[in-house]
């Protein structure tokens, strides 16, 4: 063993409550394993259908980008006249102690913020598909955080699942072990060493009873002389 340990009762006591507590440790560890694996197959598969709807946004947008430059030429002006994104805003949902992100967007990124006079339809299909953009970019920004984090939380719940299973475990079933061996040794000798005392015991009664009915003969003959 690597660790020794004193083998007595309360000893044995002690490390049968930390071996119960590893196990309790490690079903809790592979329960939460078991939900954080199902919350990153969830969150994969929406990765994946964004990803697959992202591509096409992204491409009907620039589209729509082309068609308002050669209408308007180069809009540029326009975008300089809209203000800075702060429409962003990002809440944690805790999953078994995992924080995962909540991007969303403010119901003011929707509006409007740029004149009409100077525009046309085109800068309009635009605006609303970039906008679109924006809002799918938010939720798929949303999920691969998410999906980052549970692989991480799931690597470390592992790892100390695979350390309670595989290291302390064993160690502490070692520990029970070896001390109800060394108990159960010495309960052996302690019944040895009665037996043998009760042995002794009574064979010191019977020769000290042979010796009293000896006196008592010699005793009697004496009297009888």
């Known amino acids: 063993m690597s660790e020794q ?3 007595t009762k309360g ?10 507590l590893a196990k309790v440790g490690y079903e809790l560890l592979d329960r939460k394993r078991n939900v954080l694996i199902r919350e990153l197959m969830m969150m994969v598969e929406a990765a994946k259908a964004l990803r697959g709807s992202i591509a096409d946004t992204y491409k009907e947008a620039y589209a729509a980008l082309q068609r308002a430059n050669i209408t308007m030429g180069l809009i540029s002006r326009v975008a ?3 203000p800075v994104e702060n429409s962003v805003n990002v809440e944690y949902r ?4 995992c924080e995962l992100p909540r991007v969303s967007l403010s119901n ?3 509006e409007i913020l740029y004149g009409f006079e100077n525009t046309d339809s085109n800068v309009d299909v635009a605006y609303i598909s970039f906008n679109r953009v924006k809002q799918m970019t938010a939720m798929l920004a949303e999920v691969d955080n998410s999906v980052f984090r549970l692989a991480n939380a799931i690597k470390k719940t592992q790892t100390r699942a695979n350390a309670l299973k595989n290291i302390v ?15 159960e040794e010495k309960e052996r000798e302690e019944f ?14 019977y020769r ?7 006196k008592e003969d010699l005793y009697e003959t004496g009297r009888g002389a």
Do not use: D, H, W
């Open 5 to 7: 340990v004193f083998p």
């Open 11 to 20: 000893n044995l006591l002690n490390v049968k409550k930390s071996l119960n």
């Open 80 to 82: 300089e006249g809209m």
């Open 94 to 97: 805790s999953v078994m102690g």
């Open 108 to 110: 003011s990124s929707n």
């Open 169 to 183: 475990i064993p160690k502490y079933e070692g520990m029970v072990k070896f001390i109800e061996n060394s108990l």
């Open 192 to 205: 040895s060493r009665q037996k043998v005392i009760k042995n002794q015991t009574q064979r010191k009664k």
């Open 208 to 214: 000290l009873k042979k010796l009293t009915a000896a």
